[in-house]
């Protein structure tokens, strides 16, 4: 599950309203960011 946060005011938003509007539900910036990258971790052998 991806989850996005706020940039504003910093609360999580769910998927489903990025998904229909790239809008935060709480102060309705549009600023919202993916607070974790998914670190693909390459091990060397
Ligand atoms: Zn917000």
Redesign the pocket.
Same mark, same amino acid.
């Given at each position: 599950m991806v989850e996005y946060k /706020?940039?504003?005011? @910093?609360?999580r938003?769910a998927q489903e309203y990025v998904k229909k509007r790239i809008r /935060?539900?709480? /102060? @309705?910036?549009k600023i919202?960011y993916k607070p974790r990258t998914v670190v693909t971790k390459v091990k060397a052998r």
């Open positions: /706020c940039f504003q005011c @910093g609360r938003v /935060c539900p709480y /102060c @309705g910036s919202i």
